[in-house]
Protein backbone atom coordinates (compact mmCIF):
# COMPACT_ATOMS: atom_id res chain seq x y z
CA UNK A 1 0.00 0.00 0.00
CA UNK A 2 1.56 3.48 -1.24
CA UNK A 3 2.07 6.00 1.46
CA UNK A 4 -0.53 8.68 1.59
CA UNK A 5 0.78 12.06 1.81
CA UNK A 6 -2.04 15.17 3.12
CA UNK A 7 -1.68 18.55 2.89
CA UNK A 8 -3.22 22.19 1.11
CA UNK A 9 -2.56 23.75 -1.83
CA UNK A 10 -0.18 27.07 -0.45
CA UNK A 11 0.48 27.55 3.04
CA UNK A 12 1.09 31.66 2.88
CA UNK A 13 -2.34 32.21 1.50
CA UNK A 14 -3.88 35.66 2.58
CA UNK A 15 -6.89 33.79 3.43
CA UNK A 16 -5.37 31.10 5.76
CA UNK A 17 -2.92 33.97 7.40
CA UNK A 18 -5.97 35.95 8.65
CA UNK A 19 -8.17 33.02 9.76
CA UNK A 20 -6.37 32.22 13.01
CA UNK A 21 -5.30 28.91 11.88
CA UNK A 22 -1.25 29.62 12.60
CA UNK A 23 -0.87 30.50 16.46
CA UNK A 24 0.85 32.80 18.08
CA UNK A 25 4.22 32.92 18.05
CA UNK A 26 3.99 31.39 14.27
CA UNK A 27 2.91 34.08 12.06
CA UNK A 28 6.34 35.24 10.78
CA UNK A 29 7.86 33.28 7.64
CA UNK A 30 9.85 30.83 9.26
CA UNK A 31 7.40 29.92 11.67
CA UNK A 32 4.39 29.41 10.13
CA UNK A 33 5.91 26.68 7.60
CA UNK A 34 7.54 25.02 10.26
CA UNK A 35 4.21 24.93 12.35
CA UNK A 36 2.78 23.87 8.76
CA UNK A 37 5.04 20.83 9.15
CA UNK A 38 3.72 19.53 12.29
CA UNK A 39 0.61 19.15 10.97
CA UNK A 40 1.29 17.76 7.70
CA UNK A 41 3.45 16.10 5.38
CA UNK A 42 2.96 17.78 2.16
CA UNK A 43 2.24 20.88 0.49
CA UNK A 44 1.93 22.48 -2.84
CA UNK A 45 3.98 25.71 -3.34
CA UNK A 46 2.05 27.66 -5.64
CA UNK A 47 3.89 30.59 -5.79
CA UNK A 48 6.25 29.91 -8.95
CA UNK A 49 3.52 29.97 -10.90
CA UNK A 50 3.84 33.81 -9.93
CA UNK A 51 7.13 34.83 -9.89
CA UNK A 52 10.39 32.16 -9.32
CA UNK A 53 11.45 31.50 -5.72
CA UNK A 54 15.07 32.41 -5.07
CA UNK A 55 17.60 28.70 -4.64
CA UNK A 56 18.17 30.97 -0.98
CA UNK A 57 14.45 30.55 -0.32
CA UNK A 58 13.39 27.09 -1.58
CA UNK A 59 16.87 26.13 0.51
CA UNK A 60 14.79 27.87 3.32
CA UNK A 61 12.00 25.53 2.97
CA UNK A 62 13.56 22.57 2.68
CA UNK A 63 15.81 23.75 6.34
CA UNK A 64 12.38 24.31 7.93
CA UNK A 65 10.98 21.25 7.24
CA UNK A 66 11.40 17.61 8.51
CA UNK A 67 12.45 14.83 6.57
CA UNK A 68 10.28 12.99 4.65
CA UNK A 69 8.07 16.46 3.97
CA UNK A 70 7.22 16.82 0.44
CA UNK A 71 6.82 20.39 -1.69
CA UNK A 72 4.64 20.11 -5.12
CA UNK A 73 6.09 23.28 -6.96
CA UNK A 74 3.77 24.28 -9.53
CA UNK A 75 5.53 25.36 -13.01
CA UNK A 76 5.72 29.32 -13.33
CA UNK A 77 2.36 30.44 -15.79
CA UNK A 78 4.55 30.68 -19.00
CA UNK A 79 6.18 27.15 -19.00
CA UNK A 80 2.34 26.09 -18.82
CA UNK A 81 1.11 28.48 -21.62
CA UNK A 82 -0.92 30.82 -19.24
CA UNK A 83 -0.83 34.42 -19.96
CA UNK A 84 1.79 36.01 -17.95
CA UNK A 85 2.35 39.55 -17.22
CA UNK A 86 6.04 41.14 -18.37
CA UNK A 87 6.37 41.73 -14.47
CA UNK A 88 6.13 38.40 -13.19
CA UNK A 89 9.48 37.26 -15.13
CA UNK A 90 12.81 37.76 -14.04
CA UNK A 91 13.92 41.25 -14.68
CA UNK A 92 15.94 40.93 -17.19
CA UNK A 93 13.65 38.61 -19.69
CA UNK A 94 10.74 41.16 -18.92
CA UNK A 95 12.04 42.48 -22.92
CA UNK A 96 12.48 39.12 -24.34
CA UNK A 97 10.25 37.40 -27.05
CA UNK A 98 7.90 35.19 -26.04
CA UNK A 99 9.80 32.26 -28.08
CA UNK A 100 11.29 29.00 -27.21
CA UNK A 101 14.53 30.56 -26.22
CA UNK A 102 12.80 31.96 -23.52
CA UNK A 103 10.58 29.32 -22.64
CA UNK A 104 14.29 27.39 -22.16
CA UNK A 105 16.03 29.82 -20.04
CA UNK A 106 12.69 30.00 -17.83
CA UNK A 107 13.03 26.10 -17.07
CA UNK A 108 16.93 26.37 -16.75
CA UNK A 109 15.76 28.59 -14.00
CA UNK A 110 13.36 27.41 -12.45
CA UNK A 111 15.36 23.86 -12.58
CA UNK A 112 17.61 26.18 -10.85
CA UNK A 113 15.72 27.51 -7.84
CA UNK A 114 14.37 23.99 -6.92
CA UNK A 115 17.75 22.13 -7.22
CA UNK A 116 17.96 22.67 -2.93
CA UNK A 117 14.53 21.19 -2.85
CA UNK A 118 15.88 18.34 -4.68
CA UNK A 119 19.02 18.25 -2.94
CA UNK A 120 17.59 17.91 0.16
CA UNK A 121 14.98 15.06 -0.72
CA UNK A 122 12.02 17.30 -0.05
CA UNK A 123 10.92 17.44 -4.19
CA UNK A 124 7.30 15.47 -4.70
CA UNK A 125 7.15 16.18 -8.21
CA UNK A 126 6.84 19.46 -10.42
CA UNK A 127 2.95 20.29 -11.29
CA UNK A 128 2.39 21.18 -14.67
CA UNK A 129 -1.31 23.16 -14.75
CA UNK A 130 -2.58 23.91 -18.27
CA UNK A 131 -5.34 26.01 -18.92
CA UNK A 132 -8.72 24.99 -20.31
CA UNK A 133 -8.15 26.52 -23.64
CA UNK A 134 -4.92 24.44 -24.50
CA UNK A 135 -7.17 21.37 -26.53
CA UNK A 136 -5.72 18.53 -27.81
CA UNK A 137 -4.13 18.74 -31.12
CA UNK A 138 -0.80 18.32 -32.76
CA UNK A 139 0.73 21.70 -31.73
CA UNK A 140 -0.35 21.42 -28.39
CA UNK A 141 1.14 18.29 -27.91
CA UNK A 142 4.45 18.86 -28.91
CA UNK A 143 3.89 22.08 -26.58
CA UNK A 144 3.85 19.33 -23.71
CA UNK A 145 6.01 16.81 -25.02
CA UNK A 146 8.66 19.72 -25.24
CA UNK A 147 8.04 20.39 -22.13
CA UNK A 148 8.21 17.12 -21.20
CA UNK A 149 11.56 16.73 -22.70
CA UNK A 150 12.93 19.52 -20.81
CA UNK A 151 12.44 17.81 -17.47
CA UNK A 152 12.88 14.30 -18.38
CA UNK A 153 15.20 13.83 -15.03
CA UNK A 154 12.40 15.28 -12.68
CA UNK A 155 8.76 13.95 -11.25
CA UNK A 156 6.55 15.74 -13.42
CA UNK A 157 2.71 16.05 -12.97
CA UNK A 158 0.36 17.43 -15.30
CA UNK A 159 -3.47 19.31 -14.79
CA UNK A 160 -5.43 19.53 -17.68
CA UNK A 161 -9.34 21.74 -17.31
CA UNK A 162 -9.80 20.29 -20.75
CA UNK A 163 -10.49 16.19 -20.17
CA UNK A 164 -10.15 15.50 -24.02
CA UNK A 165 -6.46 14.83 -22.69
CA UNK A 166 -6.77 12.13 -20.60
CA UNK A 167 -6.52 9.69 -23.46
CA UNK A 168 -2.90 10.86 -24.51
CA UNK A 169 0.20 8.75 -22.98
CA UNK A 170 2.97 11.84 -21.79
CA UNK A 171 4.81 10.00 -19.76
CA UNK A 172 3.72 12.15 -16.47
CA UNK A 173 1.69 11.33 -13.46
CA UNK A 174 -2.12 12.35 -14.43
CA UNK A 175 -3.64 14.81 -11.60
CA UNK A 176 -7.65 13.92 -10.61
CA UNK A 177 -9.35 16.66 -9.76
CA UNK A 178 -12.62 16.73 -7.71
CA UNK A 179 -14.37 20.07 -9.33
CA UNK A 180 -17.72 21.15 -10.20
CA UNK A 181 -17.37 20.60 -13.86
CA UNK A 182 -14.32 17.75 -14.28
CA UNK A 183 -14.88 14.24 -14.08
CA UNK A 184 -13.48 12.55 -10.75
CA UNK A 185 -11.86 9.29 -12.01
CA UNK A 186 -9.15 8.05 -10.82
CA UNK A 187 -5.71 8.65 -12.70
CA UNK A 188 -2.77 5.97 -12.51
CA UNK A 189 -0.36 6.86 -15.17
CA UNK A 190 3.04 6.50 -13.49
CA UNK A 191 4.51 3.68 -10.65
CA UNK A 192 5.83 6.52 -8.30
CA UNK A 193 3.31 8.92 -7.90
CA UNK A 194 -0.27 9.44 -7.97
CA UNK A 195 -1.61 12.81 -7.16
CA UNK A 196 -5.46 14.64 -6.42
CA UNK A 197 -6.22 18.28 -6.03
CA UNK A 198 -9.52 18.93 -4.14
CA UNK A 199 -11.02 22.40 -5.40
CA UNK A 200 -14.42 22.41 -4.39
CA UNK A 201 -17.43 22.51 -5.55
CA UNK A 202 -18.32 25.94 -5.64
CA UNK A 203 -21.11 26.90 -7.54
CA UNK A 204 -19.21 30.32 -8.93
CA UNK A 205 -16.61 27.97 -10.68
CA UNK A 206 -15.11 29.46 -13.74
CA UNK A 207 -16.88 32.94 -12.76
CA UNK A 208 -16.59 35.65 -9.46
CA UNK A 209 -13.49 35.89 -7.39
CA UNK A 210 -10.53 33.56 -5.97
CA UNK A 211 -12.74 33.45 -2.83
CA UNK A 212 -16.05 32.63 -4.95
CA UNK A 213 -14.35 29.78 -7.41
CA UNK A 214 -12.98 28.06 -4.11
CA UNK A 215 -15.23 28.80 -1.43
CA UNK A 216 -16.57 25.26 -0.09
CA UNK A 217 -16.26 23.52 3.13
CA UNK A 218 -15.88 19.70 2.48
CA UNK A 219 -18.47 17.22 4.61
CA UNK A 220 -16.90 14.32 6.07
CA UNK A 221 -19.33 12.28 3.64
CA UNK A 222 -18.15 14.14 0.72
CA UNK A 223 -14.45 13.06 1.86
CA UNK A 224 -15.40 9.70 2.45
CA UNK A 225 -16.98 8.93 -0.89
CA UNK A 226 -13.49 9.13 -2.07
CA UNK A 227 -12.02 6.46 0.02
CA UNK A 228 -12.47 4.11 -2.74
CA UNK A 229 -10.54 6.18 -5.38
CA UNK A 230 -7.64 6.93 -2.86
CA UNK A 231 -7.35 3.08 -1.95
CA UNK A 232 -7.11 2.09 -5.70
CA UNK A 233 -4.82 4.83 -6.30
CA UNK A 234 -2.49 3.37 -3.38
CA UNK A 235 -2.74 0.09 -4.51
CA UNK A 236 -1.08 0.98 -8.17
CA UNK A 237 1.62 3.43 -7.03
CA UNK A 238 4.24 4.25 -4.38
CA UNK A 239 3.32 7.55 -2.85
CA UNK A 240 -0.28 8.74 -3.00
CA UNK A 241 -0.61 13.03 -2.83
CA UNK A 242 -4.22 14.73 -1.49
CA UNK A 243 -3.86 18.30 -2.03
CA UNK A 244 -7.09 20.71 -0.68
CA UNK A 245 -7.46 23.68 -3.22
CA UNK A 246 -10.63 25.21 -1.24
CA UNK A 247 -8.14 28.13 0.07
CA UNK A 248 -10.85 29.87 1.46
CA UNK A 249 -9.83 30.51 5.28
CA UNK A 250 -9.07 28.06 6.70
CA UNK A 251 -10.94 25.57 4.88
CA UNK A 252 -8.33 23.78 2.86
CA UNK A 253 -6.69 22.87 6.46
CA UNK A 254 -9.91 21.45 7.57
CA UNK A 255 -10.13 19.66 5.15
CA UNK A 256 -6.78 18.40 4.99
CA UNK A 257 -7.07 17.47 8.77
CA UNK A 258 -10.66 15.68 8.00
CA UNK A 259 -9.21 13.40 5.52
CA UNK A 260 -6.13 12.74 7.49
CA UNK A 261 -8.81 11.12 10.48
CA UNK A 262 -11.26 9.47 8.26
CA UNK A 263 -8.56 7.47 6.41
CA UNK A 264 -6.80 6.66 10.10
CA UNK A 265 -10.42 5.82 10.67
CA UNK A 266 -11.82 3.75 8.12
CA UNK A 267 -11.18 0.78 7.04
CA UNK A 268 -12.19 -0.34 3.37
CA UNK A 269 -11.65 -3.93 1.46
CA UNK A 270 -8.95 -3.54 -1.20
CA UNK A 271 -10.27 -2.28 -4.29
CA UNK A 272 -11.19 -4.47 -7.51
CA UNK A 273 -7.76 -3.77 -9.88
CA UNK A 274 -6.78 -3.19 -13.62
CA UNK A 275 -3.39 -4.06 -13.30
CA UNK A 276 -0.25 -2.08 -12.33
CA UNK A 277 -0.12 0.72 -14.62
CA UNK A 278 -2.34 2.41 -15.93
CA UNK A 279 -5.30 1.31 -13.47
CA UNK A 280 -8.74 2.20 -14.83
CA UNK A 281 -10.91 1.47 -12.27
CA UNK A 282 -13.97 3.57 -11.00
CA UNK A 283 -15.85 2.78 -7.65
CA UNK A 284 -19.48 1.55 -7.82
CA UNK A 285 -21.28 4.95 -7.24
CA UNK A 286 -19.53 5.31 -11.08
CA UNK A 287 -20.87 2.36 -12.50
CA UNK A 288 -21.65 3.17 -15.89
CA UNK A 289 -19.02 5.41 -16.54
CA UNK A 290 -15.86 4.92 -18.74
CA UNK A 291 -12.69 5.68 -17.01
CA UNK A 292 -10.46 7.62 -18.27
CA UNK A 293 -6.63 7.74 -18.33
CA UNK A 294 -3.96 10.15 -19.42
Not at 4 to 28: E, N, Q, V
Not at 212 to 238: K, S
Request: hydrophobic share 35%; glycine share 6%.
Amino acid sequence: MANILIGTCGWTDRALLTSGWYPPGHRDTEGRLRHYATRFPLVEADSPYYALPSARTTANWAERTPDGFRFDVKAPALLTGHPTRPSALPEDLRTHPRDDALLIELWARYADALAPLRRADRLGTLLFQYPPSLAPGPTAEAFIRTARERARDWPFAVEFRNPAWWQSDLDATAVSVDAPTLPPPPLVTTPHLSLIRFHGHSPHWGTGTKEDRFRHTYTPQELAEWLPRIHHLAAHTDEVHLLFNNCCGDAAAKAAETMQTTLLTTTLPHPPTAGRGHGGWCPPAAAGENPSHL
